[in-house]
């Protein structure tokens, strides 16, 4: 069973930047694919960005590209999402995930094995 914590969510004022990191319990992690989600409430968790094992494959919803940057570190069982130039539709619960399959993230929440529990990001106007 692979556990994942998220952290780094916070407030910040639109423009602003944040840093999420999610931490791995166990080292099996290094060989998935890891990937963001996040969900607002009454609507669909949706995908963010995803990252496969080695992190020299990396996917991004087009609403994130050029702003979030993935990345990830084996040694420390961790994948961290830079997040720049932030705005108020940002604003989300955001969920670290990890799965064997870099595609099963990128296709969606559904078939997703393991998901972290989730850190708050607000975006203020």
């Known amino acids: 069973q692979v556990q994942l914590v998220e952290s780094g969510g916070g407030l910040v004022q639109a423009g602003g930047s944040l840093r999420l990191s999610c931490a791995a319990s166990?080292?099996?992690?290094?060989?998935?694919?890891m990937g963001w989600f996040r969900q607002v409430p009454g609507k669909e968790r949706e995908f963010v960005a995803a990252?496969?094992?080695?992190?020299?494959?990396?996917n991004y919803a087009d609403s994130v590209k050029g702003r979030f940057t993935i990345s990830r570190d084996n040694d420390k069982n961790t994948v961290n999402l830079q997040m720049n130039s932030l705005k108020p539709e940002d604003t989300a619960v955001y969920y670290c995930?990890?799965?064997?399959?870099?595609?099963?993230?990128?296709?969606?929440?559904?078939?997703?094995?393991?998901w972290g529990r989730g850190t708050l990001v607000t975006v203020s106007s």
């Open positions: 995930a990890a799965d064997p399959i870099l595609n099963i993230i990128v296709a969606g929440p559904s078939g997703v094995d393991f």
């Open positions: 990252i496969n094992w080695s992190g020299g494959r990396t």
């Open positions: 166990a080292r099996t992690v290094s060989s998935y694919a």
